[in-house]
């Protein structure tokens, strides 16, 4: 159980050009989801927390209206990247929370590599 | 600021030799602190937890404690096996409502049979 995907799972997009990102629960509704980002050899950095239904939470230094996130349902959630440039090229990955565990309990979908060129 | 510190990679050990994956964190406040273990091709997975000091989380043979003292939490396991061959990375919770995670930058296991 707890299962996160993400689509796609490598993505190839020129300069210039927005790319979404989607990512679902598969088997359970999550109340809150975790965008990520990661740079080769570096740490997940947090991006931004969003809960369904409302506006997301960033991270300082994110820019939000380049990384669009919408949290329509209680099992999916997007991340756009608007006009994107080869500095954006980065693995995206997302986690979700699973209502009625505990707050820091999150399920981690397998990533998204974002290659701009 | 909050960071976690963990040993660098990739690791490569030969199967049932004893690991050890150092990892210090700064945060402010009392933490949990968590392992999690990325495969190949798969998202990151908890590998065990532990909410206070001296607390001991433990799970398919893996160990690590907690020591705020040194603001620690190793992971240790007594004889890895080549299925534990994967992405390794130390993490903690944020305090204050949010419950953010912190992550080190992750080490890479390599077991050989």
């Known amino acids: 159980g707890a299962v996160v995907s993400q689509h796609p799972s490598r993505v190839i997009c020129k300069s210039g050009t927005s790319v979404k990102i989607e990512c679902r629960s598969l088997?359970?509704?999550?109340?809150?989801m975790f965008w990520y980002r990661q740079f080769p050899k570096q740490s997940l950095m947090l991006m931004a927390t969003s809960n369904e239904g409302s506006k997301a939470t960033y991270e300082q230094g994110v820019e939000k209206d380049k990384f669009l996130i919408n949290h329509a349902s209680l099992t999916l959630s997007t991340l756009t990247v608007t006009s994107a440039h080869p500095e954006d090229s980065s693995f995206y990955i997302c986690?979700?929370?699973?209502?009625?565990?505990?707050?820091?309990?999150?399920?981690f979908g397998p990533g998204t590599r974002l290659t701009v060129l | 600021g909050d960071s976690v510190t963990q040993m660098e990679g990739p690791v490569t050990l030969s199967e049932e030799a004893f690991l050890t994956i150092n990892c210090t964190y700064t945060?402010?406040?009392?933490?949990?602190l968590f392992w999690y273990v990325q495969y190949p091709g798969e998202g990151l997975q908890l590998l065990l937890k532990?909410?206070?000091?001296?607390d001991k989380g433990s799970n398919k043979g893996f160990e690590a404690t907690y020591r705020k003292e040194t603001t620690s939490f190793h992971l240790e396991k007594g004889s890895v096996q080549v299925s534990d061959s994967a992405v390794y990375f130390c993490a903690f919770s944020t305090q204050g409502g949010s419950e953010k995670l912190v992550f080190g930058k992750g080490t890479k296991l390599t077991v050989n049979p």
């Open positions: 088997d359970f509704q999550a109340t809150t």
């Open positions: 532990a909410t206070k000091a001296d």
């Open positions: 986690s979700a929370h699973l209502a009625g565990t505990p707050r820091d309990t999150q399920y």
């Open positions: 945060a402010t406040g009392y933490p949990s």
